[in-house]
């Protein structure tokens, strides 16, 4: 088997309504470290960032992230401070969704990570399927 390219990997996500496309993220991250530290959004921190509560609460949402047998520990994302995160976890590698590559604020955090020797790893997004898109096909079901 090869040997895990990284050390300690960290993540984030809300994972409402948990999907396949929240598993190959875990599972794609988890074959590149040695231990996963995931980091599940509040509920808090999702109604300031998003404008909306999760569907499942951080209490379930933490409960079935942990049930995942990729990931080795699991804490509350608080607040957006992942540099932070980095530093208290140790982690050499954050990763993410291809789909924030390039962008102004994962620019800023690849240059802050990389002075404290972490790297940004883009994994690929599961095309066809989001919380979002789950959130309206329920909505549009209830409109019939």
Known sequence: MAEKKYKIGYTTGVYDMFHIGHLNILKKAKAMCDYLVVGVTTDQLSLQR???RPIICEEDR???VEAIRYVDRVELQEDMDKISAVKKYG???VFVGSDWKGTPSWNEYERQFAEVGCEV???DH?????????RNKLNSQSDD
């Open 50 to 52: 998003k404008n909306k």
């Open 62 to 64: 933490v409960a079935i």
């Open 91 to 93: 982690a050499d590698a």
């Open 121 to 123: 790893v883009y994994l």
């Open 126 to 134: 599961t095309d066809g399927i989001s919380s979002s898109i789950l």
